[in-house]
């Protein structure tokens, strides 16, 4: 039987930085480069959530409960 606690894997942008939290656990913080998006999608492989946001200068864009949708998200953001 699960917790009820939910735990949220966290993708947050800004013109300074990258930085990938799951739950408290700090994943990666980085400098927003093009290196930036390889460490990214390093951090969040072998990585599980029930929830899965991205942020991008504090404000919430898109979340996603399933990781491949997230990661296609997240595939679509860097394209535009």
């Known amino acids: 039987m699960k917790s009820g606690i939910i735990n949220m894997l966290k993708v947050s942008i800004t013109k300074e930085k990258v930085k990938v939290t799951n ?3 700090i994943l990666l913080v980085t400098n927003n480069n093009i290196n930036a998006y390889l460490k990214l999608y390093s951090a969040l ?7 899965y946001i991205l942020e991008h200068y504090g404000k919430k864009i898109a979340s996603s409960v399933d990781k491949n949708s997230f990661l296609a998200i997240l595939r679509r953001w860097f394209e535009n």
Do not use: I, R, T, V
């Not at 492989?45 to 929830?51: I, K, R, T």
């Open 45 to 51: 492989e072998g990585q599980e959530a029930d929830l």
């Open 23 to 25: 739950g408290s656990e």
